[in-house]
């Protein structure tokens, strides 16, 4: 599986947009690139995914880099709520469910 | 839509003991998929069960293994425990072949002493 980078941890204000980065320069043609966050004690929860194009949806946007080595998550305004373990995964298209998860970044926002 | 639902929420178990632990999928999903989730290895995947049948398998030993029954709910058991199994255990639920999304339970966090 094609690894990916994320920084350890971010720090946010409430009420102000965060960029996540991720940096997947091995992905292959076939990647998708999709997030999953952690909130404590939870399991994890999908966020977004995307192949080339951007990607918006009701919790986030994903913005992909044209070569498709790095993307960024962006919470377009964060809350305390979205105070979690977020992760970067690729996945092979196809029917392989395999989520190979790396350590994330561990975003703290502040009231 | 029931989201994915895991039994027990919490287990005890001492060494040498084996467990057996159940996840009930979204309704509809045939793909149940486990993971094991410790401090040290982070999230890391055990097997990925299809309509009763494994298809994909993580880097675990023998101890840890699957079953998924008709009404694709699913068990995992690990026998003879050590105390490195103390973990959360995850478990995911997709629907049909294309789909792309994994949607996971609460977990069952296993203690063993």
């Known amino acids: 599986d094609a690894k990916t980078t994320q920084p350890n941890s971010m720090e946010s204000n409430e009420e102000e947009p965060v960029h996540l980065p991720c940096n997947h320069s091995?992905?292959?043609?076939?990647?998708?690139i999709h997030w999953y966050r952690q909130l404590p004690s939870q399991g994890p929860e999908y966020v977004i995914h995307?192949?080339?194009s951007n990607v918006n949806n009701r919790m986030a946007s994903l913005a992909i880099a044209e070569d498709r080595k790095s993307s960024t998550l962006i919470l377009h305004r964060a809350t305390l709520r979205d105070a979690a373990v977020y992760y970067c995964?690729?996945?092979?298209?196809?029917?392989?469910?395999?989520?190979?998860f790396g350590k994330g970044t561990l975003l703290t926002v502040n009231p | 839509k029931a989201g994915v639902t895991q039994t027990p929420r919490y287990l005890i178990k001492t060494r040498g003991q084996q467990v057996t632990l159940s996840c009930s999928p979204i309704s509809g999903h045939r793909s149940v998929s486990w993971y094991q989730q410790t401090p040290g290895q982070g999230l890391q995947f055990l097997f990925e069960?299809?309509?009763?049948?494994?298809?994909n398998k993580g880097n675990f030993p023998g101890r840890f293994s699957g079953r998924q029954f008709s009404n694709s709910r699913s068990e995992m058991n690990v026998s003879t425990l050590e105390l490195g199994d103390s973990a959360l255990y995850l478990c995911?639920?997709?629907?049909?072949?294309?789909?792309?999304?994994?949607?996971f339970g609460p977990g069952t966090r296993l203690l063993v002493l």
């Open positions: 995911a639920s997709s629907g049909g072949h294309l789909g792309e999304t994994q949607y």
């Open positions: 091995t992905i292959s043609g076939t990647d998708y």
């Open positions: 995307g192949l080339t």
């Open positions: 995964i690729l996945r092979r298209g196809g029917s392989n469910y395999k989520l190979t």
């Open positions: 069960y299809f309509s009763e049948t494994q298809r």
